[in-house]
């Protein structure tokens, strides 16, 4: 290493973040051309406008990243983080995604992903505590229909 460098341990990691992070994004347009991330957020409030269940995500190189989804415990299994996902899907085809991917742990909401068309396409065995984490993708658009319509016009 070079005697005017030095590898420093940082108290605040943000302090450094926002540089390492502009860095790399720079690299990666060297290859990629300009691009952005959007960050997406949906929320379900109660009358007094506390946050009982959302999600949170963002679209980057035509991506949907399904970062987190919540629900209340009392409020589970109504349909309220089908509607979430929906909702976000449904955002993020509006700012050009077209395929979504996301990870879970084996013991949350494998299940649920995959009823709403998500496939596994990896996973880290043992991850865990013995539970595996799982990742998942989905087209959120139809690449068949897509091609038809446009050879059709």
């Not at 940082?10 to 990666?28: T, V, Y």
């Not at 060297?30 to 007094?48: F, I, M, N, Q």
């Not at 068309?117 to 013995?130: K, L």
Request: hydrophobic fraction near 40%.
């Amino acid at each position: 290493m070079s005697a005017d460098l030095s590898l420093v341990i940082e108290p605040d990691p943000r302090i450094a973040e926002e540089r390492i992070c502009c860095g790399l994004k720079e690299f990666n347009t060297k290859a990629l051309g300009e691009y952005s991330h959007l960050p997406l957020v949906v929320t379900l409030r109660d009358a007094d406008r506390e946050v009982r269940a959302g999600i949170v995500g963002g679209v980057h190189l035509g991506w949907l990243n399904v970062d987190s989804l919540w629900v209340e415990e009392r409020l589970r299994g109504q349909g309220y983080g089908s509607e979430l996902l929906a909702q976000l899907e449904s955002l993020s085809l509006s700012h050009g995604a077209s395929r979504a991917f996301l990870d879970t742990m084996e013991f949350q909401a494998v299940g649920f992903y995959l009823r709403r068309g998500y496939v596994e396409f990896g996973r880290i065995s043992d991850f865990a505590r013995g539970f595996d984490r799982v990742f998942l993708q989905k087209a959120l658009i139809d690449e068949h229909s897509t091609a038809r319509q446009a050879h059709d016009t």
